[in-house]
């Protein structure tokens, strides 16, 4: 993906330029990525990242309780394994009483900060998830609630918003207008996900956009036109990982993202938006070993247990080979504990807000 020779900014420039809080342009972004395997760029990049995140943060790392409530999913889009065409996916919903044990279990565990996610699945009318929302909000008043259930309509994240809900993720995968018809079947548009994200923010949610890192027909160029996207947006969280093949879609065999690329971008996406949530995502972790570790030491301040019931945690595979176990689970919170600790940072379980200086 190398746009070396179309860069008319040259790399160091654009990395001081970033560093330095001024406005970037397209042509800044390529020149940046495209210096991407440069040490010293990294090295300065990585550095600043982390400095931000302290200067922010501390030395702070947010758990999430991460609660998958249904694998139902209308959409088909080609990278995803739980696409509605896939009819080997073992299929479930949980019950509003079963996501609200899920939360039960999570409180007492410490966490302060729910994440429902799911496909978007019609069965949760907007009627059934705002009484879900309600009624987590009514038992748990001190914790904040994020929701990621994909495109609604403005007055579905209206009633939702009403309904107590504070944070939304919606992650946009690619800012290219022929990358995302290459993603995503037809019917689905860019122009509506952005509609999406632009509705949320008006709405007074706090917004989490994001992408793929390496996923078929990528390049520098797709890359700087995402990062330009969120420079525009100014989301309160970015949800950033690499592409991981599922057997189930027509990707099956292309190659994973690169874990070095998204730990780069990490660090860029910090320094660009420096109040920035920003996650060591599951599919780092699924990748490398220490794959979350270096995902903090990029800039990453957000780490997801997962609160799924231990029955359906398998089901939801996105990608093939998912981390569902071990230290992804909130059962070993004190594992991950230590492993954060290990890395020099802290876990912290409160509700964790964006900030701004």
């Given amino acids: 993906m190398s746009s070396r020779r179309f860069a008319k900014t040259?790399?160091?420039?654009?990395?001081?330029?970033?560093?330095?809080?001024?406005?970037?342009?397209?042509?800044?972004?390529?020149?940046?990525?495209?210096?991407?395997?440069?040490?010293?760029t990294g090295k300065r990049l990585k550095e600043e990242a982390l400095r931000l995140r302290t200067q922010y943060?501390?030395?702070?790392?947010?758990?999430?309780?991460l609660i998958e409530f249904t694998n139902y999913c209308k959409n088909n889009c080609h990278y995803c394994g739980i696409r509605g065409a896939n009819r080997n996916a073992a299929r479930y919903r949980l019950s509003q009483k079963e996501i609200l044990e899920c939360c039960r279990e999570g409180y007492r565990l410490g966490f302060?900060?729910?994440?429902?996610?799911?496909?978007?699945?019609?069965?949760?009318?907007?009627?059934?998830?705002?009484?879900?929302?309600?009624?987590?909000?009514?038992?748990?008043?001190?914790?904040?609630l994020t929701l990621s259930l994909g495109e609604r309509t403005r007055e579905s994240y209206r009633l939702?918003?009403?309904a107590g809900?504070?944070?939304?993720?919606?992650r946009h995968e690619t800012a290219d207008e022929a990358h995302y018809r290459l993603l995503h079947p037809a019917g689905m548009s860019l122009e509506n996900r952005r509609r999406c994200l632009y509705n949320l923010k008006s709405l007074g949610y706090q917004v989490g956009a994001g992408m793929m890192v390496g996923s078929p027909g990528q390049t520098l160029w797709c890359l700087a036109e995402d990062l330009l996207f969120l420079q525009r947006l100014q989301p309160q969280m970015v949800g950033l990982g690499p592409f991981i093949p599922h057997h189930d879609t027509c990707f099956a065999t292309e190659a994973p993202g690169s874990v070095e690329l998204t730990l780069y971008l990490l660090?860029?996406?910090?320094?660009?938006?420096?109040?920035?949530?920003?996650?060591?995502?599951?599919?780092?972790?699924?990748?490398?070993?220490?794959?979350?570790?270096?995902?903090?030491?990029?800039?990453?301040?957000?780490?997801m247990p997962n609160l799924s019931p231990l029955k359906n945690r398998k089901q939801y595979e996105l990608y093939d080979d998912k981390a569902c176990t071990g230290e992804e689970a909130a059962?070993?919170?004190?594992?991950?504990?230590?492993?954060?600790?290990?890395?020099?940072?802290?876990?912290v379980s409160g509700r964790g807000d964006a900030r701004q200086l």
């Fill in 10 to 40: 040259s790399a160091g420039n654009a990395a001081e330029k970033l560093i330095s809080r001024q406005v970037m342009e397209k042509d800044d972004f390529v020149a940046l990525l495209g210096d991407f395997g440069n040490q010293e």
């Fill in 57 to 65: 943060y501390g030395r702070q790392v947010f758990a999430r309780g």
């Fill in 112 to 144: 302060r900060t729910f994440v429902l996610q799911g496909g978007e699945d019609p069965f949760y009318t907007d009627e059934k998830m705002a009484a879900i929302v309600r009624e987590i909000k009514r038992r748990y008043p001190d914790c904040a």
């Fill in 160 to 162: 939702l918003r009403e």
């Fill in 165 to 170: 809900a504070d944070r939304y993720l919606l």
């Fill in 267 to 303: 660090s860029i996406v910090r320094i660009l938006l420096p109040g920035v949530l920003l996650p060591a995502t599951t599919a780092l972790g699924t990748l490398d070993p220490c794959g979350r570790e270096k995902g903090l030491l990029a800039g990453a301040n957000v780490v």
């Fill in 331 to 347: 059962e070993c919170l004190g594992c991950l504990k230590q492993r954060v600790e290990d890395a020099g940072f802290t876990l």
